[in-house]
Structure formats: structure tokens, C-alpha cells
């Protein structure tokens, strides 16, 4: 986790860097009201205009928070013309994620808009990204992430948005008082609001892409399954996340939220088991009246808390269940949409910081032998995972063993327990998504593995870490890198880093404009790079020379699809059981 804080600190230095204001402004006239934008140069030196910190809903404040987010008004929820020259405040969170520029308000559902030629069109209109920032579903906004080049050189409208992060998103009691996953409606808003209204900026209203990277990649999935987004977008792009990524799941909303009001002294019950509907709405009326920044966690507690969950409501049946479930798939217009999924190659950068202290600090505190240390975490690692992977409080002692055995015997040491959890939080819940899409053929999917060692990365975070994809398609100037050496990086920028971002910005490009991403590469790779299907599971491998290969990950992949399901199908059979019991 701490490798996504540098990358995050890292992409909002690149920002203050690089965005130019020319001093000219302009007004668009839209149905809410006449919003002044700026016009700003991109590092290409090209212009266009953005229009910032635009309200997409009511703010949720006092009763609205921790509920659901309210439209605004049709009229007169402001009057004149909305100075939208400046970033809106990030959502709540810990100070240490944020650009010092940056303002937090709880006050903070506001988006953003870039176009190169903003006016309202019937015909020709331009096609629509909506981006949903990552970090951990804790942190992260939208000021780091200008799209001027994007913009400029692909003529596409690209629109950021904040959403509601860690309690103030996701606190949830379980029960009507609260059911949580604010932060998922708050986006499925902000695509309805780009909808109603980015025609008169210019954009096509009926052919909008959503994209994001990690925690934002796995809200891109979420969406895309819920009943209630069919019709607000066409295309998804979900780069390292996926609706089923362990990250992304929720296993004790009810306890958490408990533990908070505990600790906040809003809870007048002992223990969480008493609490019921009416304990629960006093608890959060009372988390309703508490300042935002005592309901903000500390860096320490970064964690699968305060994430999505599955409520029965937005999210129906756990997200697994779902995109094995082709006729719920048709049902919310999921194959009514094109997918562009992506990995990087060193995704695990994302899980060794935390996997390390973790272990750390547990053999600190236990008084046990070391023989005794080593099996207990060996359960941890192992158990813990496949049961969540399960979705089941405890995985079969058999299950979980067969899952430690096939590690073991293939990495050596402490890395087979961490491919397991790298395993289940990107490369398998990648493969949920693309067998999903491939189980009806009027969809499409494409699979991007970033396989690129950048010039700039040394060490042992060489590689395409998690979120290092950001860099390739926003803006970034190419003086920064020397001041993260602590995050692996040295040298440059180099030009062919910057051939390598224009190739990769123009497959996003190709990808937004006609959902298929693989016009910007004919002439370039010897196999063309065909969509996604079961047999073949073709991939580009990309990198300065990309080639289309295929089965990623194949012997795991086995494992977590065939092998698992078939070993707990068995141990359910009846027959089995009564062997067992003899």
C-alpha cells in the first residue's frame, strides 16, 4: 500500500507541475445553469478547456450522509453563472494521500470536465470517458489527473469524479438504518449527471466509456453489474480491479461500524450481536453529528475496510455469483457494453507491503514455538484467503490445504503464500470479468498485460507497478522522475517512454471512440489482437514490442477455476461425506 501513497504523492507533484492556465475563460450554457471554464495548455502545448469542481449532487451533508446521494435541482441550485475555473475539495480522507493544494470538504461531489472544443452538438459529437480515481476505496481524487493530451490529440471529452471514500462511502450497519456502499451510488449519479448534460459541453450522451484503476477498476466492475447503471455507459475499462477482487469485498460491515460508534461513544448496546434496527438508526444519527475528520482512518489502517458490500440492493448476490449468472448478466444490459481489461506486471508491489509488516508483527506478539508459528501462519495465508475466495466463513481443511501444496511446490519460500493473495486480489478476479463477457458473443472483451520494465524504475520495484499504468495516458511532465528515487525511480523520461505513451493513449483513444482498442496497433504486432474467448484467451502483451500471446497465467488460473470448484463440488457430495464419517 504504501507503494500506491508514492504513486499517488508522485502523480499529484506531476500535476502541479504541468497544468497551465492561459488566463481564458469561457461559458457554456447547460440545462442546470452556465458553468465558466478555463482554457489550459497540455504538455503537447495544444489547448482546451476545463471545467472544474461541478456539482453533481446535493451536497451529503447532515441527513444525507451515510445515505444515499440526492439529484440536484433542475433550477436554482445556484445563480448566475458557476465559476468552474477551480478544483472542487477532495473527499474526506487522510491529509497525507493529498497534493498540498488540495482542499478537503465533506462537501465534495463534483466532477470534472476536459474538451478541446467545448459546444453543444447534436451531430458529431464527441465520445465520453468518465474516469473513477483508485486508492483503496480510502483514498484519492480527481485533481491528479488532467487528460489534456488525451484530449487534444483524440478529441474525446474526458470527465473526473470524487466520490465517497472509506466511512463516509462504505460504513454500513447491515440494516436499513445504514446499508452502506455510498460511494458506488455516488458514482452511478455522476455517469447519470455526465449524461443528462455533457451534450451541451459537446459529448455524445448515448456512447459513454467509464474507466478506472484499481479500487476504480473495481467500481468500473461493480457498476457493470448492478442493476441499476443498464444504459448510463457502453464501454468499460477496469485496469488491475475487479468486482471480485479481495480487496473489493467487505467480511464484517456490521462489526466495523460497531468498533466506530464504540469507539465515538454513539452506541449505547455492549456488544454488536444487540445491535438491532432501532440500535442501529440511533448509532448512525449520532455518526451524523460527529465532525468529518474523526470518521477519517489513519494511514496505519489501510485495509479491506470500509469497501463495498454486498447489500441486496446495488449490489444484489456477491459479484462472483453474478458474472457466472448469464441470464442476471442480460438482464442489467451487461452484454449491451464492450470491455477493455488490464493488468501490469508487477502487481505484486501492491501486496509484499503489506504481507511483510504483517507477518512481522504477528511473530512479534506470539509466545508460540516457531514450528507453531509457521503452521498458524501458514493458515492465515492460506485459509484466509481461499475462504474469502469461497465466499465462505472457513474454507474446508482439504480445499485449503490442496490451495497451500500447489503454491508451495511452484514458488519457493514466503512467495507462495504471497502469489496466493496477489492471485486472488488481480490476476484471477481479472479472468471473472473476461469469462463473463465471453459467455455471450454479441460482447466483447480485450485483455492488456502491461509487460514493460520502464527506463526510469530500478530496484526491486522494477516493472510496471500497481498504478505506474496511470503515467501512460495522463498527463506527465518529464522532469519529476529523479525526485522518486524512492519509489525505484531514476533517470528520465526518456523518448521511448514517450513513443510507448503515445501508443498507449491512442489504444485507451481507440477504445473509447468504438470499443475496440486494437486499430492503433495494425502494422505493429505479427498477430492481430483479437477479442477474448475461452479457448485461445488471447492478450497483448504490451510493451515497446507488443505481441498478441496467449493463457496468462494458465496453470493458476486452472487451479482457481477448475481444480478448486471440482475438489469443494466433491467434498459436498453426499457420498463423500459418509466416507468421511466412517
Known sequence: MKTLALVVVWSAMVQTQLVTATGATKVIEARLGSYMGSETTAINNEKYWSFRGIPYAKPPLGQLRFAKPERLPYQGHFNGVLDATRQGAACPQNSYFLSPNEKVSEDCLTLNIFVKNPKYATINAKKVLVWIHGGAYLFGSSFIYDAGNLVTEHDVIVVTIHYRLGVLGFLSTEDEASPGNYGLWDQALAIEWVKANIRDFGGDPDDIAIAGESAGAASVSTLSISPYTDGLFTKAYSHSGSATSLFSRYTDAKGDAFLLAKSLNCTKVADQADLCSTASKALIQCLRTKPADVLVPPPELLRSTFVPRVDGDFIPRPPIELLRDSRYLQSVGFYRRKYLVAINNNEMSAIEPRYAPAKANFYASSNLTTSAKDALWRYFAVNGSTAERLEVAEADPVVADAVGSWYEDRYPGESGYTQIVYDLHFTIPTFDVLNAVALNRASSAWLLYFNHYPSFMRGERRGMIHALDLVYWFDISTDVINSFVGAGAI??????????????????????????????????????????????????????????????????????????????????????RSDDRD
Open 491 to 576: 533517470g528520465t523520461y526518456s523518448k521511448d517512454e514517450m513513443r510507448l505513451k503515445k501508443l498507449y493513449s491512442s489504444i485507451v483513444a481507440a477504445f473509447i471512440k468504438t470499443g475496440n482498442p486494437t486499430s492503433p496497433l495494425r502494422g505493429i504486432t505479427t498477430n492481430p489482437w483479437y477479442r477474448y474467448d475461452q479457448s485461445d484467451a488471447p492478450y497483448l502483451d504490451f510493451n515497446s514490442k507488443p505481441e498478441v500471446l496467449t493463457h496468462l497465467a494458465r496453470s493458476n488460473r486452472i487451479l482457481w477455476e477448475k481444480t478448486v470448484p471440482n475438489l469443494v463440488s466433491d467434498l459436498q457430495d453426499p457420498e463423500h
